[in-house]
Every structure is written in structure tokens, then in C-alpha cells.
């Protein structure tokens, strides 16, 4: 079993707040909720109507230690619907709220919740994960990068069942969960939108390019892929700047929370896979410490690039490249060392390399140090 690490923290909001719990499709959410509490719950999920039936008439054991709505998100106004069972009867049983999109933004919202509940939010695995389950980082890396770190295929580690597992899993949140959030007509051309943004991973995207290669205009572009945010499809990473206006209006880089998605680039695919390690720890921060937290890439005019940047509370924490066999620090590397001035500029190489800690950039091989990150 992989313990997940925002558990403990469930457990602990469980007690005062409702826990509205998000993430991707099949990352697990359903699993590690039906793991708290095993011996005395109640699931229910919106999607069945046996259940909503029970939800309706408002008849499910109120002696349990916990009540799971699962896709509660799905239906009109849930949030009202939800605050009038916190106000009127505590959390007492407890309230899990799970779905696979960005409830804080769903539209189907209605009364605010606000003061009384806490988000948090699940991803796929992450080496510490793993690790935590006495699995070896480097063969967890390879696994990850050859299937996905999404729970199923990884642990299958067999590729020809993680293609035929991708093509369900997308084709059941543009056809089920976009539905749900948007009318949208033009699936099929999404499903292109996606494949084209596989193939951009690691550059920035430019929506006038990807209007022209679709036939829609640059603004429509923008809506789907704002869409295919919200329902953790992909997440952007902007360009850092001092003023966070201006790096909202320069290109961003697109990554996928599913790094199988990407095909026939290595090097890409494993610039994914921290993207993600990086994403994930910065939203658990976020979740159970409260920090203000943002990941960025680093660009000039110059076109000098640094993959990655954190800020934790508004300073430079962690400036990182991703490399996949070069121990020589890259000169942009070097360049925003001195010039942003991170707590940690490092070099992360995929393979061939072994940890150096040189005067302004340490050179770490990927694996152990992934392993060793917070979530």
C-alpha cells in the first residue's frame, strides 16, 4: 500500500471542517477516502441514483464516523445544499467532499462555504511516496516515466495497459466531467487541443499558433484550455517576473498531471515529471501550512532559460533545471543564480551523473533527490 502524504492532514481537518478533497481522475481520491475510517462510513455518490436518493431524503447514518460525497459537485447548488447540513448538524458524522475538478471553481456552486470547510488537494504518486513504500527511486522513476505515475498503470508497469488505460481515462472526462462543468459542442477538437499540447510540453505555447493549427480563434483556444485546467488535465506554468501582472501576459508552458501522455521525447517526459513533483509539493504547502506558493520558468529576451522556479511567500526558493545527462551546469543556470538570487539553484539530471555541490549550483541526480522532496 503507498500512504499517501496529505492523509494525516485529512484526518486532522476531518475533525472541525468539511475537507473538500480534488485531483485528477482515478489519482485516488475514492481509494484513500474509503481507507479513513473503514469500519464506520458512508459513501455516497452523486453519479448513482440509488444514492442520490439517500442524499435527497437526507437518510444515511448519522452514527457513522464519516459521510463521503463523492462528484457532489455535479449537481446545482451543492455548496448551499452543504452549508445547511454544516450549519445545521456540525460535522458530526465528518464530511468528505471529493471530486475530479476544481470544486473552489465550479460553477454550480451557489453559497459561498466559506469558513467552513478546507481544500486540499491529491495528485498522482510522487517518489516520496513510493519510496515510503519501500520502492527504490530509480526503478520508481523509470516506472514513472515508461507508464505515468497515475495509481493504476503504475502499479500494472505494463505500457501496452497504460495506452489502452489513457485513452478510457481521457475519454471519460471529456465526455462525462466537461460535460458536467461546461456545454461544450466540439469535442473532437479538444482531443486535438490536447495531443497538440503533448507535443509542446517543456515550451511556451502560443494560443494564436494552436487557433490556426484548430480553425478557432485564440480566445476559444484559451476557454478549453482554462477547461482542461479545471479538470486537471494539464496546469500552466508562467513566465516569472517581479510584477505578477506581467507574467500573466507572456506565453506559458504546458505540463500534463499524467506524464505518459507524452510521446517519443524522453527528455520532455522526465521535465514533466518534475514538473509535476514541483506542483505537487507547492500545492501541499499551500493545503496544510498555508504558505504562499507559485512555480514559474525563468526566460530574457535572450532567450537564457531556467526551467523551474519557486516562490515560497513571494521569494525565490528553488531555481531548477532539468536535464537528462549533461553534469555540466547549464550557463542559464548560472546566469539566474546570480541574478534571482533562490535559496537553491540546482541541476537535475536524469541519468550518468552523481551529486556534486559545487560554489552556486548543486548538480543531484534526479531520483533520490525527487524522493527526498516535501509531498
Keep these: 500500500m503507498v500512504h499517501r502524504q496529505i492523509e494525516a492532514q485529512i484526518l486532522k481537518d476531518l475533525d472541525s471542517k468539511i475537507v473538500l478533497l480534488s485531483g485528477p481522475r482515478q489519482c485516488g481520491k475514492t481509494y484513500l477516502s474509503r481507507q479513513l475510517f473503514a469500519d464506520s462510513q458512508v459513501y455516497l455518490n452523486s453519479d448513482s441514483a440509488a444514492d442520490r436518493k439517500v442524499l435527497r431524503e437526507g437518510s444515511w447514518d448519522r452514527n457513522a464516523d464519516l459521510l463521503i460525497l463523492d462528484e457532489l459537485h455535479k449537481g446545482k447548488n451543492w455548496k448551499?445544499?452543504?452549508?445547511?447540513?454544516?450549519?445545521?448538524?456540525?460535522?458530526?458524522?465528518?464530511?468528505?467532499?471529493?471530486?475530479?475538478?476544481?470544486?473552489?471553481?465550479?460553477?454550480?456552486?451557489g453559497d459561498s462555504l466559506a469558513g467552513r470547510h478546507f481544500n486540499l488537494r491529491l495528485h498522482?504518486?510522487?517518489?516520496?511516496?513510493?519510496?515510503?513504500?519501500?520502492?527504490?527511486?530509480?526503478?520508481?522513476?523509470?516506472?514513472?516515466?515508461?507508464?505515468?505515475?497515475?495509481?493504476?498503470?503504475?502499479?500494472?508497469?505494463?505500457?501496452?495497459?497504460?495506452?489502452?488505460?489513457?485513452?478510457?481515462?481521457?475519454?471519460?472526462?471529456?465526455?462525462?466531467?466537461?460535460?458536467?462543468?461546461?456545454?461544450?459542442?466540439?469535442?473532437?477538437?479538444?482531443?486535438?487541443?490536447?495531443?497538440?499540447?503533448?507535443?509542446?510540453?517543456g515550451t511556451p505555447i502560443s494560443y494564436s499558433s494552436l487557433a490556426r493549427d484548430l480553425e478557432v480563434s485564440p480566445h476559444t483556444v484559451k476557454h478549453w484550455i482554462e477547461i482542461l485546467e479545471r479538470l486537471y488535465v494539464i496546469f500552466l506554468v508562467t513566465p516569472y517576473s517581479k510584477s505578477h501582472a506581467r507574467s500573466l501576459l507572456k506565453e506559458p508552458k504546458c505540463y500534463f498531471y499524467d506524464t505518459?501522455?507524452?510521446?517519443?521525447?524522453?527528455?520532455?517526459?522526465?521535465?514533466?515529471?518534475?514538473?509535476?513533483?514541483?506542483?505537487?509539493?507547492?500545492?501541499?504547502?499551500?493545503?496544510?501550512?498555508?504558505?504562499?506558493?507559485?512555480?514559474?520558468?525563468?526566460?530574457?529576451?535572450?532567450?537564457?532559460?531556467?526551467?523551474?522556479?519557486?516562490?515560497?511567500?513571494?521569494?525565490?526558493?528553488?531555481?531548477?533545471?532539468?536535464?537528462?545527462?549533461?553534469?555540466?551546469?547549464?550557463?542559464?543556470?548560472?546566469?539566474?543564480?546570480?541574478?534571482?538570487?533562490?535559496?537553491?539553484?540546482?541541476?537535475?539530471?536524469?541519468?550518468?551523473?552523481?551529486?556534486?555541490?559545487?560554489?552556486?549550483?548543486?548538480?543531484?541526480?534526479?531520483?533520490?533527490?525527487?524522493?527526498?522532496l516535501e509531498a
Design 124 to 201: 498522482p504518486f510522487s517518489l516520496r511516496e513510493l519510496a515510503g513504500a519501500a520502492i527504490e527511486p530509480e526503478h520508481a522513476l523509470q516506472t514513472l516515466l515508461k507508464v505515468g505515475a497515475f495509481p493504476e498503470p503504475f502499479l500494472r508497469e505494463s505500457e501496452a495497459w497504460a495506452n489502452r488505460w489513457r485513452r478510457s481515462h481521457l475519454d471519460r472526462i471529456l465526455r462525462e466531467d466537461l460535460l458536467d462543468l461546461e456545454r461544450v459542442r466540439d469535442i473532437r477538437s479538444i482531443e486535438v487541443l490536447v495531443d497538440l499540447l503533448a507535443e509542446r510540453v
Design 260 to 372: 505518459g501522455r507524452i510521446l517519443d521525447d524522453p527528455g520532455a517526459r522526465f521535465e514533466n515529471a518534475v514538473a509535476c513533483h514541483l506542483l505537487k509539493r507547492c500545492h501541499f504547502l499551500e493545503d496544510t501550512l498555508g504558505e504562499r506558493m507559485a512555480l514559474h520558468y525563468v526566460r530574457d529576451k535572450e532567450k537564457r532559460e531556467v526551467d523551474f522556479l519557486t516562490l515560497r511567500n513571494q521569494r525565490p526558493e528553488l531555481l531548477i533545471e532539468a536535464k537528462w545527462a549533461d553534469a555540466d551546469p547549464a550557463s542559464s543556470l548560472v546566469f539566474y543564480q546570480r541574478q534571482i538570487k533562490p535559496k537553491k539553484a540546482i541541476q537535475l539530471v536524469r541519468q550518468g551523473v552523481r551529486d556534486k555541490g559545487l560554489p552556486e549550483i548543486e548538480i543531484r541526480s534526479a531520483a533520490p533527490w525527487l524522493a527526498a
Design 80 to 109: 448551499r445544499w452543504l452549508k445547511g447540513l454544516y450549519d445545521t448538524e456540525g460535522v458530526r458524522p465528518r464530511l468528505l467532499v471529493t471530486g475530479s475538478a476544481r470544486m473552489d471553481v465550479f460553477k454550480k456552486g
